[in-house]
């Protein structure tokens, strides 16, 4: 079973990846392959991580008893579904012909959709993962 430390590592790395990729949109000169690696890598890694943690998080607090958590894990789950989704969109919106085109514009594409990716991170950590701790710890009190 995932744990919420897998799932914070799987963050980390996600992170990472993405420090990688508004490094190199950072650049004057676009790379496009590095950018349709790192892109792939990070679509690829988002789609596990989040499959990963509806499983170990989501179906855990719903299926846990305590309304505020699973009305939260519900919030979250809508949005969750959202991720993987969303940056698949944004690959699609910029093939790579069209990055080196208009590299600026891609460059600001990329910092947004890192700024959310970003966001969500902390704020599963900081408010979801909160609740699976309360949830896991009421369990072995009772």
């Known amino acids: 079973m995932t744990s919420i430390l897998d799932l914070r590592a799987e963050h980390r790395e996600l992170e990472a990846q993405a420090a990688t990729l508004l490094r190199v949109v950072r650049n004057l000169v676009p790379d496009a392959a590095a950018v349709a690696v790192l892109r792939w890598r990070i679509a690829r890694m988002l789609g596990d991580h989040c499959a990963r943690e509806d499983r ?77 701790a309360r949830v896991t710890a009421q369990r072995r009190a009772a």
């Open 56 to 132: 170990a998080v989501y179906e855990r607090l719903i299926a846990s008893g305590d309304a505020r958590a699973a009305a939260i894990a519900w919030r979250y789950r809508q949005e969750h579904g959202r991720l993987v989704p969303e940056f698949s969109d944004y690959i699609a919106a910029w093939p790579i012909d069209r990055v080196s085109r208009e590299w600026e514009a891609f460059r600001a594409a990329t910092e947004a959709v890192v700024m959310r990716l970003d966001s969500r991170i902390s704020l599963e950590e900081r408010v979801l993962y909160a609740h699976v």
